[in-house]
């Protein structure tokens, strides 16, 4: 495949030449240049920034004379940040890097590949969970990211709403769906469903214009991707999004099983069973719709479990996601990792940072906080003993990881592309009612993008 440098650094430059001024020389981080024995390391999580602050003083222990400086930058400004400095020539050393977003950077030749250096050479698939270490390989065959930790799709519920319902967590537990009648799926978030004058979605005279309490909790429209949105769904159909694993050079978005499963999802809100697209505001997420009441079940991923627990006067609780068509159940997992930057200022420094966060070492310690699952064995089970103290049952999100029913986001170049021919699109099915057969001219435009580097 013919690498594409010069387009993907004219693509990143336009996209951030506005962010370069509010960037600067690097306000958000201290970089590589500051000093040789300082390792700059970049994240977006908040939550996760103690768990790594005590990482990095483990890590300094056991290299007299090195530092680590971190910043945390959130995502919303997170990846516009990184692709100006990276332009700009004030990356950080190592940063946390996501799946659909490497591609791009490995085009950049902004990427320095572990495989072949001293200190992350060495990284094994087996020290980590199935399938997380090997989405990091790029079409080359070096690898380009460190695993760091891992997550899945699951249903959380308002325990109060369920019971006033009758719904059990057995029944939460073993519901099915299809996209012909809905299965136990759609009879459990009608009957969820309320109205302002107490009528449930189930029952005579129910009024879907105006519903005090959805059964399922609206987000976006999901873009290309749908994690939190339909992707259990239409995984569990059966369907995949590319012609490959990794690295599809075909998108599938106008497959029968993809349309017919997303015409049944967003039909879910002209019922008046999900929350209509306008309920959905980046102050307005699932887990503020689910905790004030407004929805009974939300899917969402388990790095929002802290989120979902955390409203008082609400029990939450989390269930696996419903059987589909396939016969089986099927949820997204997601892993990101760690990269190093080939600009890194003290190389040596920076690669022995990166596999301190890789080892048993760290990633025991960010287990400790039960904020995310790390990816080693060890890192998640620590983590799962975490959760259970606060009370917490991860059993929805663990179990399709030990049962093999998960499936990775799609690894494509031109990524960023796809997002946004896609989002645009989705959004038109959900808010606008336009019939789902238009994604399939969007399937083709997509399509003929990647074609371009075949």
């Not at 222990?61 to 990184?82: A, R």
């Not at 999004?241 to 029968?256: I, R, V």
């Not at 760690?338 to 420094?349: H, I, Q, V, Y």
């Amino acid at each position: 495949m013919l690498r594409r440098s010069s387009r993907g650094l004219t693509a990143l430059a336009g996209a951030a030449s506005l962010s370069l001024l509010a960037v600067g020389c690097g306000s958000q981080s201290s970089t590589s240049t500051e000093s040789s024995h300082t390792v700059s390391y970049w994240l977006w999580n908040a939550d996760q920034l103690p768990g790594y602050q005590e990482c990095a003083k483990g890590f300094e222990k056991q290299n007299p004379g090195l530092k680590v400086d971190i910043s945390q930058i959130g995502w919303d400004d997170y990846w516009t940040k990184l692709t100006a400095s990276m332009i700009a020539g004030t990356e950080p050393d190592v940063f946390t890097d996501h799946i659909t977003k490497f591609a791009q950077f490995i085009d950049l030749d902004v990427l320095a590949p572990l495989d072949e250096l001293p200190a992350t050479g060495s990284i094994k698939e087996s020290d980590y969970q199935p399938g997380l270490a090997a989405a990091w390989v790029g079409q080359d065959g070096h690898r380009y990211g460190s695993p760091k930790d891992w997550d899945t799709i699951a249903m959380f519920y308002n325990k109060k709403l369920t019971e006033d319902a009758g719904i059990s967590a057995g029944t939460l537990n073993s519901l099915a769906w299809n996209p012909t009648d809905g299965g136990t799926f759609e009879k459990t978030i009608a009957h969820l469903t309320v109205d302002k004058k107490g009528r449930r979605g189930d029952e005579p005279g129910f009024d879907k214009h105006n519903v005090k309490t959805y059964g399922l909790a609206t987000n976006n429209a999901g873009d290309a991707d749908g994690q939190t949105q339909w992707s259990a769904f239409a995984g569990s159909a059966g369907w995949n999004y590319t012609d490959k694993k990794a690295w599809g050079t075909h998108y599938n978005y106008d497959d029968p099983a993809f349309q017919s499963t997303i015409e049944w999802y967003f039909g879910l809100a002209e019922k008046g069973y999900l929350a209509p697209f306008t309920d959905f505001s980046p102050s307005n997420g699932p887990d503020i719709q689910l905790g004030s009441g407004r929805a009974a079940i939300a899917l969402h991923g388990s790095w929002m479990t802290k989120a979902f627990y955390g409203f008082k006067g609400i029990e939450a609780g989390t269930a696996l996601t419903p059987v589909g068509p396939s016969g089986k159940r099927a949820t997204m997992l997601n892993g990101l990792a760690d990269s190093l930057t080939k600009r890194a200022g003290n190389k040596p420094a920076a690669q022995k940072w990166v596999a301190y966060l890789g080892s048993d070492a760290c990633q025991k310690v960010v287990g400790t906080y039960g904020i995310v699952f790390p990816a080693t064995k060890a890192g998640t089970d620590v983590a799962i003993a975490a959760y259970e103290k606060k009370g917490i049952d991860v059993t929805a999100f663990t179990k399709p990881v030990a049962d093999r029913t998960t499936f990775s986001f799609p690894i494509t170049d031109y990524a960023a592309d796809v997002a946004a021919l896609m989002k645009p699109a989705m959004q038109d099915v959900y808010a606008n009612g336009v019939p789902v057969g238009s994604l399939t001219k969007t399937n083709s435009q997509i399509n003929l993008i990647l074609s371009q580097g075949n």
